[in-house]
């Protein structure tokens, strides 16, 4: 208790980023409060994205700080509240993702909602604060306490975002099933998390770490137990098959900006999780000379296959462009759990940039094909991929973006799909597993059929209106931010792996002493 109350002025500096958005989000809620119902909403919308540039402020002078010395000696972190939380480069590039991604939702929803469609504009807008410091606190957490308080901070305000529009079945549907669902995992995750506090006695990483190292004879049995439970639960919140079921009616059912959140801040959050659990709890120390650890990496490796088969081929029969969109996120949380499921080594160590990398031309591709599918759908009122028949034609300039876009999500080059894709395979070449990199071409050609029939929409179809396409200012510089994201990834892929590698150390950022 000594240590949870120890808290100096540097330290609450350390804190800085979630207590921006914490205080933002107070503020923004008094704010909506005060103001006349007749009043402009979209003021709401700015202030919460200058509270999220404010926090992102404070994450790089995080990063500044951890800067290695004169010698080039990797800083340590730096831990607070008794070693439940820490400040490291880990987190921290996570949380740069986090809040540029959450920026870039606010800033396609400004102008774009619609009273008679989210009666609560104001509450749209500052929800997503909440939701964001929950990743955030995931992404910095070393406990199982803490990391239970950020997973369900999010989880609990996404259940409020998806069912934003009352007045329609669909995202009452998803709302309700998502909350259902999202509360199985959950209890899950917990069930696994008391087996781990039953066997150690502690909640924090790196002391359950030693202790089912140093008691694996006793606990074996018990250890998968933990494992499977918690690689179930972090499944469904990553979206990967079989734990996906929920993805496609909660994307269709929530408004267009909620469904560009989830799909890239919530999923990379479920990464950032997964990824420091499973190793810091049993991926070290004498775990990795066990039977255990092969079986670990092993399941790891078949979700992720079974991912990528059950995401692209069930996308094939896809006609409404969000639940096509929800079935590529299950194929991509395929590619992106093989870096996971790769293990570090002596010829491998770059597993988490190849990761992160790859989250990063994601965000890109993602939030940029949602926020034209926005443009899209809000003009013909078509949410099927039909809505594309002719774009080309009524927005030249608009289909050029949507093209790269989607030759980034099929893996094409010169995008950033492209080569994270690449880099993830040449990974697991590294680590000789075959058959994974078949699985990975083979679907990536799959899923050429259905991206490719949006491209066919759009260039080979005419559609049922030949005007213009109307489109909010914010919505056409969120698509061409994005594309120019996914370009630049494309084009100096080495500059953005060397970035990330110049700032995250795998002994000192990964893994918890």
């Given at each position: 208790?000594?240590q949870?109350?120890?808290l100096t002025a ?12 914490v ?15 007749s ?12 509270g ?10 995080d990063?500044q ?7 080039g000696?990797p800083?340590?972190?730096i ?12 987190g ?7 809040l ?15 009273e008679?469609?989210?009666p609560?504009?104001g509450?749209?807008y ?6 964001t410091?929950g990743?955030?606190v ?16 999010l ?22 099933k998502?909350v ?10 917990l ?11 502690s ?12 008691g694996?004879?006793?606990f ?18 990553v ?10 009616d909660?994307?269709q ?7 560009a ?5 919530s ?9 420091r659990?499973?190793y810091?709890v ?6 990795r000379?066990?039977t255990?650890h ?5 399941a ?12 692209n081929?069930?996308a094939?029969?896809?006609r409404n ?14 590619y ?17 940039s190849?990761m992160?990398f ?8 993602n ?14 009122g ?8 002719g774009?080309?034609?009524r927005?030249?300039?608009t ?5 790269v876009?989607l ?11 492209f ?6 395979m040449?990974?697991t ?7 994974l990199?078949?699985?990975m071409?083979?679907?990536?050609i799959v899923?050429f059929y ?8 759009m ?14 200012v ?8 994005c594309v ?10 080495h500059v953005?792996?060397?970035y990330?590698?110049?700032i995250?150390?795998v002994?000192y950022d990964?893994?918890i002493?």
């Open positions: 208790m000594d949870l109350q120890r540097g330290d609450i500096w350390h804190l800085a980023p979630e207590l921006t958005l205080v933002s989000a107070v503020l923004l809620s008094l704010i909506d409060l005060l103001m006349p119902r009043a402009n909403r979209t003021v709401l919308g700015w202030l919460a994205i200058a999220v540039a404010v926090a992102a402020a404070f994450v790089v002078g990063i700080s951890l800067k290695p010395g004169a010698g000696q800083v340590e972190p831990t607070l509240l008794g070693g439940s939380w820490r400040i490291d480069d880990y921290n590039l996570f949380k740069l993702l986090f540029g991604g959450t920026a870039l939702v606010l800033f396609m929803s400004i102008g774009n909602i619609k008679d469609d989210i609560h504009r509450e749209f500052y929800l997503f604060l909440p939701a410091i990743a955030m995931l992404a910095s957490s070393a406990d199982l306490i803490t990391l239970f308080v950020g997973l369900e901070l989880s609990i305000t996404s259940y409020v975002l998806v069912g934003m529009r009352k007045k329609r079945y669909a995202s009452n549907e998803g709302a309700f998502y259902v669902t999202g509360a199985i995992s959950s209890a899950i995750i069930y696994g998390m008391s087996f781990l506090y039953g066997m150690s006695g909640t924090n990483l790196a002391k359950i770490n030693e202790a089912l190292s140093n694996y004879s006793s074996e049995p018990l250890i998968y137990v933990s494992f499977f439970l918690l690689l179930a639960g972090f499944g469904f919140k979206a990967a098959a079989p734990f996906h079921m929920w993805a496609p909660v994307y059912g929530a408004p267009t900006p909620v469904t959140y989830l799909a890239v801040v999923k990379a959050a479920g990464f950032a999780i997964a990824f659990v499973l810091n049993f991926g070290l120390r004498g775990l000379e066990t255990f092969g079986d670990f990496l092993t790891l490796l078949v979700l992720a296959a079974a991912a990528m088969v059950v995401g081929f069930v094939l029969r896809q462009m969000k639940r096509l969109l929800a079935y590529s996120g299950v194929a991509n949380a395929g992106l759990l093989v870096p996971i499921g790769t293990e570090f080594g002596l010829v491998h160590f770059s597993n988490f190849e992160f790859y989250l990063i031309a994601y965000l890109f591709m939030i940029g094909a949602i926020a034209v599918y926005a443009i899209v759908s809000d003009s013909s078509n949410e099927n991929v039909s809505a594309f028949a774009l080309y034609y927005s030249p300039a289909a050029v973006g949507m093209v876009l030759l980034s999500l099929a893996g094409l080059p010169v995008t950033g799909g080569f994270g894709k690449l880099y993830i040449l990974g070449l590294q680590m000789h597993h075959y058959w990199a078949a699985v071409i083979g679907t990536s899923s259905y991206y490719f029939g949006v491209i066919r929409q260039f080979m179809r005419s559609g049922s209106e030949e005007a213009a396409l109307p489109a909010s914010t919505g056409r510089i969120t698509m061409w931010i120019a994201g996914t370009l630049l990834t494309g084009f100096f892929p953005v792996l060397r990330i590698e110049s995250f150390s002994p990964m893994f002493q």
